[in-house]
């Protein structure tokens, strides 16, 4: 706290700092902070999986029972029986606003038995909706989502029990800036925010670790009330004031949790010898002949964000002389290896949950300052994955309705950014042998006309949103005959076919 003295010149000021014990922000437990949340309250969670997660503040949440029919604004749910799953469990919320789904078979139960409203949003408009909140601006434009059902206003909320649709999302407004398509998304705010950190002072200036930070600063920014809960609290003054990512003025109560499970999704390490198949299996191998072939694809000094599995197994075999800089976009540029086993920091995983360590050079951040980078073309490369990619490169990736729903994440965002080039790896056929490259996707749309090149088992497309798709390459031992048998769409071929 500053009291400021006048001189006899009024316009001089000298600055005396002094304690109070009038005011505090600490609270005893997290059950005292938590205690006057009322039903129906609209609560923003900072997360990401399982890291960097509140957990003390929902775990004494939880024990209020009688707090029922919340609003959670959260990028997922956690899992079913630890983080907001415990909410889920005991049935606190009534509507999940959030990107992923993800592994919680609770949360996709409740929503396809109709027990829950689920507000699905892609990551990167979640952290700017909630960050425009924070900033007292009430809408703004984005590419991502245009085209799809989010766009349409055709997502289902909510199914009642007979498994049809009772709520459906509302359209978004649609307008061209330089020729490119925008919709609007309005901000979100909150009642309350209950967010982690790694150090806080008495004051509630805020330092986070690692790729915690995640979601964690912007819930704290757009609530009326936020809760932070710290693994040490220190006094004012001991933490650098160019070191706090959170500034206490957006703090409201701050407890010190009294224990830490820091549960890790996915314990990846490097020394692993887990192979659910072997490497001579014929999966196997058509994967590696993948993603040897799309790891071609990097440039040396390329930004690439890397979807997980086939996509992330790519950076294995970077061509000599080629370095690359990897994102991830729960706020990390610089993704190294996996962790040797014992050296794992449930503070430093990747997107897809998995515990992974940094490269020199690296730099951690906020999500919503990562999707700036990816929604302003600053990424190089994305490779992801895809459930079907049309013959105009249309890309359907995160919903099989009424049976899988994963969540759009973060591929939206990635897709629609204007100079990022979009790489789809993933096999030519599904499990039942129905063809995966078709003339128009009949699952929901990740993105329109988005995707650049097609890398599957068999060959390679260069895609053309006006002229279609070009056959470039075979794999070794594939004639064009059996690419047009398992692909359910014309396409053009080159004169010169490669092969890989």
Not at 126 to 154: C, D
Not at 178 to 185: L, R, V
Not at 432 to 439: D, L, R, W
Request: glycine share 8%; hydrophobic share 35%.
């Amino acid at each position: 706290m500053l009291r400021l003295l006048t001189t006899k010149k009024p316009s001089i000021f000298l600055v005396r700092a002094y304690s109070t014990t009038h005011f505090s922000k600490i609270h005893k437990s997290a059950e005292d902070a938590v205690r006057d949340i009322p039903s129906k309250s609209k609560l923003l969670v900072g997360g990401f999986g399982l890291c960097g997660i509140p957990e003390n503040l929902i775990a004494a949440l939880n024990k209020n029972t009688h707090v029922k029919d919340l609003t959670v604004v959260s990028n997922n749910a956690g899992v079913t029986n630890f983080g907001l799953g415990l909410l889920l469990q005991t049935r606190q919320v009534k509507r999940m606003i959030a990107s992923y789904v993800g592994e919680n078979k609770e949360f996709e139960k409740q929503y396809l038995n109709g027990d829950l409203e689920v507000e699905l949003t892609p990551q990167g408009t979640l952290a700017e909706r909630v960050r425009a909140g924070g900033s007292g601006i009430p809408a703004f434009y984005t590419p991502t989502a245009y085209g799809t059902l989010i766009q349409e206003g055709k997502l289902p909320i909510k199914y009642n029990k007979e498994g049809e649709v009772e709520i459906y999302s509302e359209p978004r407004e649609v307008r061209e800036f330089n020729g490119q398509k925008y919709i609007m998304e309005e901000a979100i705010t909150g009642d309350y925010a209950f967010v982690k950190a790694w150090k806080g002072d008495e004051e509630g200036n805020l330092i986070f670790k690692g790729s915690a930070r995640n979601f964690n600063p912007v819930m704290a920014k757009a609530a009326k009330c936020t809760i932070a809960e710290v693994e040490e609290i220190v006094p004012v003054g001991s933490l650098d004031p160019d070191q706090i990512h959170l500034p206490g003025v957006y703090v409201h109560r701050l407890i010190k949790g009294e224990k830490y499970e820091k549960r890790i999704e996915k314990l990846t390490v490097s020394n692993d010898s887990e192979d659910t198949e072997s490497s001579d299996s014929p999966a196997a191998k058509r994967r590696e002949r993948i993603v040897r072939r799309a790891a071609k694809e990097f440039k040396d000094g390329d930004y690439a964000n890397l979807g997980i599995g086939m996509p992330m197994a790519a950076s294995n075999y970077v061509e000599p002389g080629v370095t690359l800089k990897l994102q991830s976009e729960n706020g990390i540029l610089g993704l190294g290896p996996y962790p040797r086993r014992g050296q794992e920091d449930p503070d430093m995983i990747n997107a897809g949950k998995e515990t992974v360590t940094l490269t020199v050079g690296a730099s951690t951040f906020a999500s919503d300052e990562s999707f700036s980078l990816i929604r302003g073309s600053h990424i190089d490369t994305t490779v992801l994955g895809a459930l079907q990619v049309s013959s105009k490169g249309d890309l359907a990736n995160w919903m099989v309705p009424r049976k899988m729903v994963k969540g759009p994440g973060g591929a939206m965002d990635l897709v629609a950014a204007q100079n990022t080039k979009v790489i789809v790896t993933m096999e030519h056929v599904d499990k039942k042998g129905n063809p995966k490259i078709v003339e128009d996707c009949d699952l929901p749309l990740t993105g329109v006309q988005c995707v650049d090149k097609i890398i599957t088992d068999l060959c390679v497309f260069e895609v053309d949103g006006e002229k279609g798709l070009t056959l470039t390459e075979l794999a070794d031992g594939v004639t064009v005959e059996e690419v047009q048998q398992k692909t359910a769409c014309k396409f053009h071929v080159v004169d010169q076919l490669a092969t890989f």
